[in-house]
């Protein structure tokens, strides 16, 4: 398995991303996706969670302001993160469930398999 993210960037605060993670390897279909960020000496944190039938969830953090979402014909998923704070400055990391038809989950040992990050940073 194999997951690759993409787009992230310098940006000042208030300003969109989107990320991108493709996944290769594995039917991604039946798997929750997770994606996770850590900052500078802090543990790694969830930021949102789709199960495999499209239910998600997401850190109180960025409630509101990201929205997961899954395009199963590419392989892929989505964070697109609005209103961006100089507190979401982190790599962002997504994963893929251990299990297959998975719920969601905010816990990162329920998640085996992981990307290699991509860099948010926000500034003032």
């Known amino acids: 398995v194999r997951l690759v993210e993409s787009g992230g960037s310098w940006v000042q605060a208030g300003a969109s991303l989107r990320l991108s993670c493709e996944a290769s390897?594995?039917?991604?279909?039946?798997?929750?996706m997770g994606w996770f960020r850590q900052a500078p000496g802090k543990e790694r944190e969830l930021v949102a969670s789709?199960?495999?039938?499209?239910?998600?969830i997401y850190a109180d953090s960025v409630k509101g302001r990201f929205t997961v979402s899954r395009d199963n014909n590419r392989n892929t998923v989505y964070l697109q993160m609005n209103y961006l704070k100089p507190e979401d400055t982190a790599v962002y990391y997504c994963?893929?469930?251990?299990?297959?038809?998975?719920?969601?989950?905010?816990?990162?040992?329920?998640?085996?398999?992981w990307g290699q990050g991509t860099q948010v940073t926000v500034s003032l």
């Open positions: 789709m199960s495999w039938t499209g239910v998600d």
């Open positions: 994963a893929t469930h251990t299990r297959r038809f998975s719920s969601t989950s905010i816990y990162a040992n329920d998640y085996d398999k």
């Open positions: 390897g594995r039917t991604f279909t039946r798997y929750a």
